[in-house]
């Protein structure tokens, strides 16, 4: 079955207020008039949100940037200083948002468990998750890959049943590729995306496991993106430094074009 690419920036902690507005004014030139094949996003942290909704539909010729969160919390609202709930960026307009993505698993203690939480919640709102997962070097090097993957998956996906799940965007992220440069090989990225894919039909079933969409993440650019694409259970990405310049980002959603 084909599935859509999916392609989502992921600024981090870069691009304020002003950059984002700057970002979107040059975006939308490039934009005009040009035919885009994937989907595409843009995590902007939560204050640059609003700066990056298209701002003239007459001149956008209808070519709307998805917006996506790079966090949420999973209760509706409370008493919870700091953060962002799934309904507050539902009234911004925002349609994904990322879920265990490994800065946030090493640096403020998102878990397979809060992951999970955050995707059920998640699964109850109209935003889409994008559910980040992978291994870190050390595990990588003893080859441990597929048992942390699988403790991932399967934890991160408790009591998520098979018409849900179908709603998720997974991303493959290896952390050693995390904007260190070092990018997974295309046969590497393509073996542990099959080996997702697997395993999700091991837990669900094989149709499902068929639908859903899995990214690569981790050092994607402009040089590189194209061969990432072309391998056969890659169905998008998920990209960091390469995401905060317009140019840059242009040539990534548009890297089958050229
Ligand atoms: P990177 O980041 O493209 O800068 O390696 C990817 C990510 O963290 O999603």
Redesign the pocket.
Known sequence: MKRKKII?G?W?MYNGPEQGHIFLHKLEEKLNNKKINCDFAIAAPFVTLPYIMPHDHGTNKGIEIDLCAQNFHYQNEGAFTGEISLAMLEQLGVRYG?VG???RRQYFNETNKTVNLKLKAALNSSIIPVM?FGETLEEFEKNQTDDVILKQLTEGLKEINKTQIERIIF?Y?PIW?????K?ATPKQAQKTIKKTREIIANIYDQKTAEKVRIQY?????VENIKELMEQKDIDG???????VDPDSFFKLITYDQN
């Open positions: 989502i992921n981090k990322i993505h490994s800065e980040a991303a992220e590729a995390i904007g260190t440069g990018t993440g981790g050092s994607v650019k990405a998920l990209v960091g430094g390469a995401s």
